[in-house]
């Protein structure tokens, strides 16, 4: 019986090739890219996951309630962790981490490496798999290195490496290090990314800061015993607070702080390791969402829901040709559940055969897709049980929902209705109505939203920084020269060139450069019996000029000698408070007063979902440059960037240089946005290509149908244009209440999103007038050229039709 089932369903398949083709083609398109994004889903929810201890590692987040409000960091002090471990009970093991570049020397060999300073319990806690040398403590000595396997290539040519002996460069020191384990490389969905691995205390800060509770600049990992919980844990260490950061708890007091609900001023919070990736700090609070990969699960579903309307469409609309074999059928005997497994067969070949075809696209794809979305997806992902099991489970509800209301419509049809050919009232063109609907009105929702993305990307593209982006170059200080000479030689060595117009540097980077490295630093101190927080810039001295930052009042930098000094932004001086702010004297240093020279106006020197917040720009050489900044003439702007490179090769032969201007620097930093709005881009105009190839086969079943009253009509003496209209109107009337739908929808989640921006776009009426106008074009381009042919088609033709 079931052989005879899967006959005839073939059989009718291929007999209706047109719309057997389309569902086809628009399932599989449908069922490659839920496979492709899925993936991408999956990959970012699997951050941290590979770790066997994950569901007792956290991490450690210290939040005051200052005057301003409430705030949270991640940065620890350095005495933090071995007084919890000791003092707090429930901590199984404790790590601090510092993630850092670095310069490795080996023989000739000069290499700018990743770097991360750990405590000795670090690859205990963790699961990065030792794959030779010392798997049972790694980092038992100071002077002990653990080397991935990339790593190990990149230095060393060769991963038999254990024991050899290589120099870091530490705080301006060539510093040995012996290698003692080779680990595997880092799994890309890792939080922590290091190519070396080495002791905390080896860090160039430790020594200066190993007491100090109020120098706070690494992170803190902790793995809590079986059985503690993260509250449990947060409340017994209230006393721990109390006492070690009294003298922070009572200056909040003193300037005006609000305790929180608890009666609490500083507090310690655990986030889980696996929410680390998804976590983010907005007034004081830990949050954590997962908005970004459901959101690409979400647009993975929208455009599966759209192949399968068109199914359930075009099955419905089709009936109508069926009528007679159903009722012959029935008066033969047929029972319902009989019908019923015909027609849900044919459905099961169609699903089969597109979710074949999805799977063949989606891996001929992969690579495309990876490197348009910026994923670090692997083909591994689509063979795991889970994503198998997942893939099944979907194909197997769709092909019983999608496949099965069409089928049951039909086998309950009744014998006497089927005979006569005519379908009464059930209720069938309301639920393909609906269904058009909900399809258009999912499609005009990811046009605004793509609109909506790529205007504020191009907002934040073109805004005025406050800063010289185009004409500045900028690059990591990776080689062995000390930072400051090295900015020096670099001015000496391009000030003959007339296209050089100044060379500077600083301890950060603006936006991203090629080496990937981000950095801030920020302070507090007394002025005036209150605690003045601000972030912290050391500069070299013609750093304000090289950016073409604007001096609103006093003076910039004008020599090395002007160490004794510094400069605020606008913002700063604000927090100070002061009618003029050049009056001020900081104690940065205990004991230690500088002058302000002068005030540069506000910049944004952070992203641009952020205030601009106060910045004080010091200069000292007792703390290193990590970024170069070279101002350029508009003129020969290659060549320039040329000249610089090959003066960085002379002064540093086997240091790589990775320079790139300050805008690119700045593109980079929109990289999830771009990604983002890239992938609903796609997704839009997949939903459109999908609805119009429904529409289409739509219109060409429904004049089919209407075949005999187009003849009538223009032997009556109808236009091409009247018969036109008619044909369309319903359609497009369907497309103009989906717009209706999607658009306050759609305001509201791009209002929303949008808040995640302290600078962002206006949200106009024009995104959504232009998505409706787009969705409406489209969708009448795609019935109208089937509709004008069956409108100018000879009269005598069409009535002659059976």
């Known amino acids: ?18 719309n057997t083709g389309l569902n086809v083609v628009g399932l599989s398109i449908a069922f490659a890219v839920v496979i492709l994004l899925g993936m991408a889903a999956m990959f970012q929810l699997s951050y941290d996951d590979f770790h066997a201890n994950v569901d007792s590692i956290y991490k450690v987040v210290r ?15 350095a005495p933090l962790a071995p007084a919890l471990y000791a003092e707090v009970p429930g901590v199984k093991r404790i790590a601090r981490c510092v993630e850092d570049g670095t310069l490795a020397l080996y023989n000739d060999k000069e290499v700018s490496m990743d770097i991360i300073w750990v405590d000795q319990e670090f690859f205990s806690m963790f699961s990065f798999p030792i794959l030779n040398g010392n798997d049972k403590n790694p980092l038992e000595n100071l002077n002990s290195v653990v080397v991935t396997k990339d790593g190990a290539n990149k230095l060393f040519g060769s991963t038999d490496v254990i024991g050899k002996t290589f120099n870091l460069l530490v705080n301006g020191q060539e510093t040995p290090f012996t290698v003692s384990a080779i680990a595997d490389n880092i799994l890309p969905q890792s939080n922590l990314d290091f190519q070396i691995a080495a002791r905390f205390e080896s860090h160039n800060e430790y020594n200066e800061s190993k007491e100090a509770w109020d120098r706070q600049y690494h992170a803190v990992y902790v793995e809590l015993d079986e059985g503690m919980t993260a509250s449990v844990f947060e409340k017994s260490s209230e006393p721990f607070i109390d006492l070690h950061y009294e003298e922070g708890i009572n200056r909040l ?4 702080a609000t305790a929180d609900e608890n009666g609490r001023f500083i507090n310690l919070k655990l986030v889980p390791l696996k929410d680390v990736h998804f976590a983010k700090f907005k007034n004081g609070f830990v949050e954590v969402s997962r908005s970004r990969p459901y959101l690409i699960f979400g647009i993975a579903l929208l455009i599966l829901f759209i192949a399968c309307v068109n199914y359930i469409n075009m099955s419905i609309a089709k009936t109508a040709k069926r009528l007679k074999e159903i009722g012959m059928r029935k008066t033969l005997g047929a029972q319902k559940q009989q019908l019923f497994f015909q027609f849900w067969s044919e459905s099961l070949f169609v699903f089969l055969l597109s979710i074949t075809i999805g799977v063949v696209l989606s891996a001929v794809f992969l690579n495309d897709f990876k490197s348009m979305f910026n994923t670090q ?45 005519k379908l009464e009232s059930s209720g069938s063109n309301k639920v393909r109505n609906v269904l058009m609907v909900f399809q258009f009105g999912i499609a005009i929702l990811m046009i605004v939203g793509t609109l909506v993305l790529w205007g504020q990307i191009d907002y934040m593209r073109n805004k005025d920084l406050g800063f010289d982006k185009e004409q500045v170059v900028s690059f990591p200080l990776n080689g062995k020269r000390n930072s400051h000479d090295m900015v020096e030689l670099l001015r000496d060595e391009l000030s003959g060139n007339p296209d050089i117009i100044s060379v500077s540097g600083s301890d950060s980077n603006l936006g991203l450069g090629k080496d990937g490295g981000r950095s801030s630093s920020g302070i507090g101190f007394e002025y005036k019996g209150r605690i003045v927080m601000t972030n912290f810039l050391v500069v070299n001295h013609e750093y304000i000029q090289t950016l073409g930052l604007n001096v609103v009042a006093g003076r910039s930098f004008e020599s090395a000698g002007d160490s004794l000094g ?35 106006k506000d910049y944004n020197f952070t992203d641009l979902d952020r205030e601009i917040a106060p910045m004080t720009f010091f200069m000292s050489r007792q703390q290193n440059l990590t970024y170069g ?12 960037y040329a000249a610089i490179e ?20 700045i593109d980079r930093t929109f990289k999830q946005e771009k990604t983002t709005a890239k992938m609903i881009a796609s997704g839009s105009i997949i939903a459109i290509l999908l609805s119009c190839m429904g529409l289409f086969a739509m219109s060409l079943l429904i004049v089919s149908q209407r075949t005999k009253e187009i003849g009538i ?27 209706v739908i999607a658009s306050p929808i759609a305001w509201w989640a791009m209002r929303e999103w949008l808040q995640n921006y302290a600078y962002k776009i206006e949200l106009s009426i024009w995104y959504f007038v232009a998505a409706g106008a787009l969705a409406l074009i489209i969708a009448f381009l795609t019935i109208g050229t089937r509709t004008v042919r069956a409108a100018r088609a000879n009269p005598v033709k069409s009535l002659r039709t059976e």
Do not use: C, H
């Not at 929902?401 to 086998?411: D, F, I, K, T, W």
């Open 566 to 600: 510094v400069v605020i932004n606008e913002a700063m001086a604000k927090e100070l408070g002061e009618q003029d702010p050049l009056i001020s004297q900081l104690e940065i240093d205990d004991g230690v007063f500088y002058p302000v020279y002068g005030v540069v």
């Open 377 to 421: 997806i692997s083909s591994e992902l689509l063979l795991s049980p889970v994503f198998l099991v997942g893939l099944l489970l979907t194909v197997l509800v769709i092909t019983m929902l999608v496949g099965g209301y069409p089928a049951l419509l039909m086998s309950r049809l009744g014998t006497i209705q089927s005979l006569k050919g």
């Open 1 to 18: 019986m079931f052989k005879n089932y899967l006959k005839i369903a073939w059989r009718n398949l291929i007999k209706d090739k047109t």
């Open 629 to 640: 900044f070279v101002k350029v003439s508009p003129a020969n702007m290659a060549n320039s």
């Open 63 to 77: 939040t005051e309630q200052t005057p301003k409000g409430p705030k949270a960091g991640t940065v620890q002090p």
């Open 646 to 665: 090959s003066a960085w090769k002379k002064l540093e032969p086997n240091a790589e240089f990775l320079g790139s201007f300050v805008d690119e620097n």
């Open 253 to 256: 007091k003193r300037d005006g």
């Open 713 to 739: 009509r223009k032997v009556v003496g109808a236009s091409v244009t009247s018969i036109t209209y008619i044909l369309t109107k319903d359609f497009l009337k369907l497309v103009l209440i989906a717009f």
